[in-house]
């Protein structure tokens, strides 16, 4: 672009038709948008963009003078501060169409005012393998919908959008730093306030605080800005080209330096420079160079010598604040205690009336709790302490909220597990042998479908279980080779599917026969979707590897497969991990199509993770259970492993075939051990978070209880 010479960027010039067709996209699924192909023409030619406008589009209710206006200045701020302060940091623009632009197609967007749409960076061959075209090239679209006053957030999002079409051609793999770095770009090319670097000016008009968790917007901006003040524009380059993920690319960026400083450290440092912004106490580590950020509001107020205590929501990634003042008594130690679940850091420092200020010690052991002593103090003097739940090393937010405990003169205690405790005491009760082999093959199941290595080394690996990915195709080796270990015959059911933009796929069903003692009856179905998915289109061809939804159903199937092929029964079982759980219950609808008709539908959908204690045995039961052909027993089933199953007569589990069952008149349910009133679903919560919530426990219990309901149903030969 900037690169080229000036007859080529003339001859590239006349290379821009005056009108273009475009693949849009448009309202589709939930989860896997449409196209639309749309006739455009170009409106604008800048130096380093083309801008089209789709046929009939319009933008600006004040007509096309306006509408001229707006996209003559968004042109002007691209070409004058967007792409040279961009690609002076992150490198040249890719050019993979020839005509060294970048186009902006205006146009109608259904769930964003501004995209980058990965898939245009293919060629369309290989876009149609996804389930979507490509246009070939360097596309941005936008609405340009915010029209006023507000009229200056359509440049933003330009910025932002063209930033993730620059990372995408480093890291294509990364999509939160993307994120982040993309919502940065406004303030780095001098297009956005300073407050937006703390969440005040945020175009969705929400609310940010210093202990949310981190995400595309809010303080993590900040640390963004920490980052530039610490290493230079050249840090913000270096972590889009580094292939590690989440912290970790931090970490690497500070080792490539020479520091030996924890990409911890740094985040710590970043917490009490919220605070303090002090050029002179440690080095400059507590503060920021270009930016005065407001100080954070102290979680807890607390007197050095009066013994108190509590306990704070921190999310990972945030930071909370703790202000001890003295009144010339003695100090008690400051005692903290963070969820375990993941690392914690901190910083201290004394703070004298008049000086000098200095840092004192805190360290958070392996069990996450830290000890700050607090020296003796004047009347007036007060210490701060920051700590934060550091984020994981992952490409993928971590959203949790946790508890932090704190107190002063207060002993921390070590949190029994008493949900685990009730667990292993009801498999002692339920398997004389302790399930420990069942639990072996669950867990090995789940680690296969998330992505582990085959044992030997022989066989294939999964990258993503969404369905529209051509690699999911290792999904159904693995399931194969999973149900060989048990001696399980499988069979494949295709079918196809189609794209809202009519792209065809074939999709695959799994399916182990147990045959009954009678084969003219309809059969009793155990079903599981093998499918993942994320919020994220990106992420979900990437990385849709859910543990919970639904590798933990899968696993529990075909455990439960196992033992019932040693049951004899009547009525043949037919034991199914279906494709396209997440796309309107796709490989259940192909199923029943085959099928006909189902003596019982039994599904299994999230039986992986235990609640809370004192609900860690609550199994909850969706659908008609009393006079739609399930038997009573079904309960004692549960209650005799020592679960307590819940009853609610409507299916509301998203994305199971049981609804569709229950439609047509025959008996469906879903088995769940997660509440029906559960606030969503987070299809975004990193592996590592998920794997430390599932409780194999729970998944061997679930399996016995479902082998004898699902036998139960079939009936005795």
Not at 80 to 98: K, L, Q, Y
Not at 228 to 247: F, M, N, S, T, Y
Not at 424 to 433: E, H, M, S
Request: charged share 20%; glycine share 10%.
């Amino acid at each position: 672009m900037t690169v080229f010479a000036l007859p080529l960027v003339t001859a590239a010039a006349t290379l821009l038709p005056q009108v273009r067709p475009f693949w849009r996209v448009s309202e589709g699924t939930p989860l896997q948008p449409g196209q639309v192909k749309v006739s455009s023409h170009l409106v604008r030619e800048g130096r380093e963009i083309a801008v089209y406008q789709e046929d009939g589009y319009r933008f600006s209710t004040l007509g096309p003078e306006d509408e001229e206006r707006q996209v003559a200045a968004a042109v002007q701020a691209f070409d004058d501060d967007i792409f040279p302060r961009e690609v002076a940091i992150f490198g040249p623009c890719p050019d993979r169409d020839g005509n060294a632009k970048v186009i902006l197609l205006l146009c109608p967007l259904p769930r964003s005012p501004a995209l980058f749409f990965a898939f245009d960076a293919m060629d369309d061959a290989d876009a149609v393998r996804y389930g979507f075209h490509s246009n070939q090239g360097e596309v941005l679209y936008h609405t340009f919908e915010e029209q006023g006053n507000r009229a200056g957030w359509n440049v933003q999002t330009l910025a932002e959008s063209f930033h993730q079409l620059l990372h995408f051609a480093r890291d294509p793999g990364e999509t939160a730093w993307s994120a982040l770095l993309a919502n940065y770009t406004p303030y780095l090319c001098g297009l956005a306030p300073v407050r937006l670097l703390w969440g005040d000016f945020d175009p969705a008009g929400r609310l940010h605080s210093p202990s949310d968790p981190w995400g595309e917007r809010g303080w993590s901006l900040l640390f963004l800005q920490y980052l530039r003040d610490r290493l230079g524009d050249e840090a913000l380059r270096d972590l889009v080209a580094r292939p590690e993920k989440g912290l970790a690319g931090v970490g690497s960026l500070l080792a490539a330096r020479g520091d030996r400083a924890h990409a911890g450290d740094l985040l710590a440092d970043f917490a009490m420079a919220c605070w303090l912004d002090d050029p002179v106490l440690g080095d400059g580590r507590f503060a920021f160079k270009s930016v005065a950020p407001p100080r954070p509001r102290p979680a807890a107020h607390a007197l050095a010598s009066r013994p108190t205590s509590g306990a704070i929501d921190v999310g990972v990634g945030g930071m909370a604040f703790f202000l001890i003042e003295s009144n010339g008594e003695r100090s008690f130690p400051l005692m903290l205690q963070g969820d375990p679940t993941v690392r914690w850091v901190g910083r201290a420092v004394q703070l004298r009336r008049h000086g000098p200020d200095q840092e004192l010690p805190v360290a958070f052991s392996t069990a996450s709790v830290a000890r700050v002593d607090l020296p003796k103090m004047e009347p007036g003097d007060q210490v701060v302490v920051a700590a934060v739940a550091l984020p994981g090393d992952s490409p993928e937010f971590d959203r949790r909220t946790l508890l932090l405990r704190w107190g002063l003169a207060w002993a921390p205690r070590a949190p029994v597990d008493q949900g685990r405790e009730m667990l292993n005491g009801l498999i002692k009760k339920a398997l004389p042998a302790g399930g420990t082999v069942a639990q072996a093959h669950l867990m090995s199941t789940i680690e296969r479908l998330a992505g582990g290595s085959p044992e030997g080394g022989e066989g294939p690996v999964v990258q993503t279980r969404y369905a529209w990915a051509p690699e999911a195709r290792a999904v159904l080796e693995v399931l194969k080779q999973e149900a060989g270990r048990r001696g399980l015959p499988v069979r494949e059911q295709t079918f196809l599917r189609r794209a809202p933009n009519e792209i065809e796929q074939d999709w695959v069903n799994l399916v182990i026969d147990l045959p009954g003692a009678d084969p003219r009856r309809w059969p009793v179905v155990l079903a599981a979707h093998w499918d993942g998915a994320r919020t994220n289109l990106r992420d979900s061809y990437l990385r849709a590897l859910n543990l919970d939804d639904n590798a933990s159903g899968v696993a529990v199937a075909m455990e439960a497969a196992a033992a019932m092929s040693r049951m004899p029964h009547r009525t043949p079982i037919q034991v199914a991990f279906l494709a396209g759980g997440y796309h309107e219950a796709a490989g259940a609808n192909a199923l029943l199509g085959q099928l006909g008709g189902v003596t019982a539908w039994v599904e299994l959908d999230a039986v992986g993770a235990a609640q809370a204690w004192p609900r860690t045995a609550d199994v909850y039961l969706e659908g008609k259970i009393r006079g739609s052909g399930f038997p009573f027993s079904i309960n004692q089933a549960f209650r005799h492993c020592g679960l307590a199953p819940k009853a609610e007569e409507e299916i509301r589990a998203p994305h199971t075939g049981a609804s569709i069952v229950v439609a047509r008149g025959m008996p469906g349910l879903v088995i769940s051990t997660r509440p029906p009133d559960a606030a969503g679903i987070d299809l975004d919560t990193p592996r590592a978070v998920e794997r430390q919530s599932l409780s194999p426990e729970l998944m061997v219990l679930v399996t016995k209880a479902v082998a004898t309901v699902v036998t139960d149903l079939a009936g005795a030969p």
